[in-house]
């Protein structure tokens, strides 16, 4: 593990919140991911995505910072872009250290989320308000609408993304359970604003 691999990780894994922002480029969708102080002010950049539009088959890599020249993890889908699709979460090296799905059937009226960490347990992922959950998926106008997460396991909290009204989309994640992994933590955040439409 190069050093600023090693720095970014355990950075990442110390972290109570992240902030992770959108930016929106001609053919990408990129999202940064920022470190939180004790105090609640904005820090460095922990990691860098970018997703391309109208991918055959999803996979982002999510990088150290925006120069995408080391890799700190990603995730991938298992086949073709589909309703279902179960997305693999992998470290820098490319081994596995969890996954996640939308459950397709219960996210007709609310989107629902199903996020698995070895040894942890699977975690369950849904838009705390069913009103403004129908209202973004009804209404493409009102898609903009801020939205709530809570990922619980047997309804503990895991953690939360919220993400908050502005020009630009921003996401607040609060983390409640410090054995969650960050870096899970930090692909379901991504994933939530990259794959929520499909």
Same mark, same amino acid.
């Given at each position: ?34 470190a939180v ?32 020249? &080391?890799? +700190? @993890? ?8 589909? #309703?279902?699709?179960?997305? %693999?979460?992998?470290? =820098?090296?490319?081994?596995?250290i969890g ?32 009103? &403004?959950? +129908? @209202? ?8 903009? #609408?801020?939205?709530?997460? %809570?990922?619980?396991? =047997?309804?503990?909290?895991?953690f939360s ?38």
């Open positions: 593990m190069t050093h600023s691999l090693a720095v970014t990780v355990d950075t990442l894994q110390t972290q109570q919140q992240l902030i992770v922002r959108q930016r929106v480029r001609m053919m990408v969708n990129q999202y940064e991911i920022h102080t004790p105090d609640g002010q904005e820090a460095g950049m922990l990691a860098f995505a970018q997703q391309k539009r109208m991918a055959f088959k999803e996979q982002v890599t999510l990088y150290s910072d925006d120069t995408k020249s &080391v890799p +700190v @993890l990603g995730f991938k889908a298992r086949q073709v872009i589909d #309703l279902g699709a179960t997305y %693999d979460v992998t470290d =820098a090296n490319g081994a596995p996954l996640f799905r939308k459950n397709f059937k219960e996210s007709l009226l609310r989107s629902t989320w199903h996020l698995e960490q070895p040894g942890f347990g699977e975690m369950i992922g849904r838009e705390t308000n069913v009103w &403004v959950a +129908v @209202l973004r998926r009804f209404v493409d106008s009102l898609s903009w #609408l801020p939205y709530h997460f %809570d990922f619980v396991i =047997a309804d503990r909290p895991v993304v919220v993400k908050k009204w502005g020009l630009r989309d921003k996401y607040v994640v609060t983390i409640h359970d410090p054995r969650v992994d960050r870096r899970l933590v930090a692909a379901m955040s991504v994933a939530l604003d990259a794959l929520q439409s499909r």
